[in-house]
């Protein structure tokens, strides 16, 4: 075959590698072939967290990443976070259920009646955020 060829197919084949491995990191192997639509919500979410893992962005936004899964897939979560972490991208997680990554953070702001405050680490107390003043103004 011509040299574009064969450079598209060894690139594919990486590329079909990196997504074997991303689909066996979420533990979804036996799952590969159905249609997304027909896995539950859990499913949903291991794929969610494989297809993020194989992206490898600098910037992960994660809504309610905890939803609907049992324990051992909230530490696959974790695991994701550690991963992007250490990889040195920026992870922004929006959860009701904050504690099983309050490890991972480097920042827990909490929001209330549409203020947004700093949960300090040390006290667990709720320091709240305020506008810099501009300036000129007193």
């Known amino acids: 075959g011509r040299v574009r060829e064969g450079r598209h197919g060894a690139l594919r084949a990486t ?3 990196e997504v074997d491995q991303a689909l066996t990191w979420a533990d979804l192997d036996a799952l590969a072939l159905r249609h997304a639509r027909t896995l539950s919500l859990g499913e949903q979410q291991r794929v969610a967290l494989g297809r993020a893992r194989l992206l490898d962005p600098s910037l992960l936004l994660l809504d309610e990443v905890g939803a609907n899964l049992d324990g051992a897939n909230q530490r696959l979560v974790q695991t994701l976070i550690a991963e992007r972490r250490a990889r040195g991208a920026s ?3 929006a959860t009701h259920e904050p504690a099983p990554l309050l ?4 920042l827990h702001l909490h929001l209330d009646g549409g203020r947004l405050a700093v949960v300090q680490r040390d006290f667990g107390s709720v320091v709240p955020l305020r506008r810099p003043r501009a300036p000129g103004r007193s």
């Open 103 to 106: 490890a991972l953070v480097d």
């Open 91 to 93: 992870v922004v997680v």
């Open 15 to 17: 590329r079909d590698a």
